[in-house]
């Protein structure tokens, strides 16, 4: 079983649309959690960092940890076509276990 | 604040050579990881340095090593490249090092190995 798990879509959208990003994990000890957007060729880029549970909210961005189910998501609001990118959820344990990335394309 | 920055952005290597990729820390970071990206993957957690010794390392043969300067910039070498060793090479940085602190990723070096 994979320590982390993160489907990787693709996922396509219409502009404005919410976008719902979801990972699962294994270890019920880890306690940070970081969403990252990478454009194609690109590093990643740190876009939440959350500890244990609830929910953390930045502009059109809104990350949350349910730690009961072991489950994170990021939501993006009003989505718009520069979101589109791959976006990779991470668990923090003092070295990063990521998720194999969500490609997201949001349309015009 | 300057981020973290690598060299070279692009490499190409044939098959049993050696390569040095090289990193800058963000300013004031004294802790530098590698990952290695392969195409649509996530990244892979190579090693971890702090303070010039290494204090982690994910699973990764020998051929893979690292060096970390007083200055805090860092370089990883690979030995006797193989096909598989084609992949997107991401370096980060953190004040902290520990689970509570944030990593901050540079652009990447593209090595591709004929």
């Known amino acids: 079983q994979k320590e982390v798990e993160q489907d990787p879509g693709p996922l396509s959208v219409p502009e404005g649309a919410i976008v719902s990003l979801n990972c699962t994990y294994s270890n019920s000890a880890f306690q940070y959690f970081m969403w990252y957007r990478q454009y194609s060729r690109k590093g990643p880029e740190l876009l939440m960092y959350t500890y244990s549970s609830g929910n953390k909210e930045d502009g059109r961005f809104t990350a949350q940890v349910d730690k009961s189910s072991k489950y994170i998501s990021l939501f993006i609001r009003d989505s718009q076509p520069s979101d589109s990118a791959t976006y990779l959820c991470?668990?923090?344990?003092?070295?990063?276990?990521f998720g194999q990335g969500t490609t997201l394309q949001v349309k015009p | 604040e300057t981020g973290v920055t690598q060299s070279p952005t692009h490499l190409i290597k044939t098959r049993g050579q050696q390569v040095t990729l090289r990193c800058s820390s963000q300013s004031g970071h004294n802790t530098v990881s590698w990952y290695q990206q392969a195409l649509g993957q996530g990244p892979q957690f190579i090693f971890q340095y702090y303070r010039e010794e290494e204090n982690g390392r994910g699973n990764f043969p020998p051929r893979f090593s690292g060096l970390q300067f007083p200055n805090y910039s860092s370089e990883l070498n690979v030995n006797a490249l193989e096909l598989d060793d084609s992949a997107l090479y991401l370096c980060?940085?953190?004040?902290?090092?520990?689970?509570?602190?944030?990593?901050?990723f540079g652009p990447g070096t593209r090595l591709l190995v004929l």
């Open positions: 991470a668990i923090n344990t003092g070295k990063l276990i």
């Open positions: 980060a940085s953190s004040l902290v090092g520990t689970s509570g602190g944030a990593w901050y």
